[in-house]
């Protein structure tokens, strides 16, 4: 077992924190909610964890954020997905090959296969491919390499406790396994309690409402515990979230989100569904009753439950079983003149995003005149 690595810091009275997970190499959705907070070196950003992989830039987030290390008060933490490259890079690679000969040949954009195209080893097919492949990356980013491997998994100040997955001791996180710390799944449903606020990532906290599709941030009084992951690059309506505090002493929690995509105004009211559905990542398989080349209606196999779904989201539309991008018949509450984030135009209205919740608007809308 690799023990857990805990940071204790005091974080300056005064000075507004900021909290932001699960970048996932998306440097523009990082950039653009920097800029949207108005992030400067008065702030304290706490970067908790999965900064990097399955986005399109995980080299140069990673980059960008080492130079904010050297500017600016930031403290970032280990991700499961951060962990990934150190460990291949930096370790024997005897047992990690078929985990890794299987995960690099699905994940070009891996910041591995990155590097390793900069290093002229781009390939990932065979083991001799890994080892050469380890040693390009070993020879050519050896700061990237130590950074990553130095990051805490836990950073603890006397009030704040941040994590990428979750810790079940709060007073000893160092006792504990590292990678369980990184990649604990569905971390507020195991009902952890706190002393602190404990602040994660790594479950997209869509995942906890079977319902209603939200990206906003969690908030457990009860628990102090707050799950922030936005569901940037996995989901495709996902954000990239910022929880913000006036000073690491309050309490009072606000968020701010960047998902970039275009805005329009509501022009007309509607009321939201009294019925509605989610269907999430955890259960997403549906047989198609009526395939449509818009929408087909499903019935999604876990509940029963009946709804169209954008056919474009549908896996296999042809089969009668299969699985579907995260969908629901969910319609939002929309008073004329609310401004909604656009996920998809179809020819029944609009699938928008609302205060970080997804549901779909049927009425008009006035769009911004391009500049």
Not at 56 to 85: K, Q, W
Not at 130 to 135: E, F, P, Q
Not at 288 to 309: K, Q
Request: charged share 25%; glycine share 6%.
């Amino acid at each position: 077992m690799r023990q857990a690595k805990v940071q204790d810091v005091v974080f300056p009275p005064r000075r507004r924190v900021v909290a932001v997970s699960d970048i996932h190499g998306n440097l523009p959705f990082l950039k653009g909610l920097l800029d949207k907070i108005g992030f400067s070196r008065a702030d304290i950003l706490v970067l908790v964890g999965d900064m990097i992989e399955k986005g399109p830039a995980s080299l140069d987030t990673l980059h960008f954020i080492m130079e904010l290390c050297r500017t600016h008060t930031v403290y970032p933490v280990a991700g499961n997905c951060d962990d990934l490259v150190p460990e291949f890079a930096l370790g024997n690679g005897e047992g990690d090959a078929p985990f890794f000969l299987r995960y690099l040949s699905v994940r070009p954009q891996s910041t591995l296969r990155q590097m390793g195209a900069l290093a002229g080893a781009d390939r990932a097919d065979t083991l001799e491919d890994l080892a050469r492949l380890r040693r390009a990356v070993r020879e050519r980013f050896m700061p990237e390499l130590e950074f990553l491997r130095d990051l805490p998994t836990v950073v603890r100040t006397p009030e704040l406790l941040f994590v990428h997955g979750g810790v079940s001791d709060e007073e000893h996180p160092e006792r504990l396994d590292a990678w369980h710390c990184m990649k604990n799944d569905d971390f507020r449903d195991q009902r952890p309690h706190f002393r602190r606020w404990c602040v994660v990532g790594h479950w997209p906290v869509t995942l906890y409402r079977p319902e209603i599709p939200s990206a906003a941030p969690i908030v457990d009084v009860n628990q102090h515990l707050v799950s922030i992951d936005g569901g940037c690059v996995l989901k495709l309506d996902g954000q990239l979230n910022a929880l913000i505090l006036p000073d690491a002493r309050s309490q009072d929690f606000t968020w701010t989100a960047f998902d970039g995509r275009r805005v329009a105004e509501a022009l007309a009211d509607q009321a939201d569904s009294v019925r509605s559905k989610n269907i999430r990542w955890s259960e997403h398989e549906v047989e198609v009753l009526v395939p449509g080349p818009e929408f087909s209606r499903c019935r999604h196999t876990a509940t029963g439950y009946e709804m169209d779904i954008l056919t474009r989201y549908l896996k296999d539309p042809s089969a009668r079983f299969t699985t579907c991008e995260d969908a629901t018949d969910y319609e939002l509450p929309v008073t004329a003149g609310d401004r909604l984030s656009i996920v998809e135009e179809t020819s029944r209205g609009v699938l928008a995003k609302k205060h970080g919740v997804t549901g779909w608007y049927r009425g008009p809308l006035r769009w911004p005149k391009e500049s």
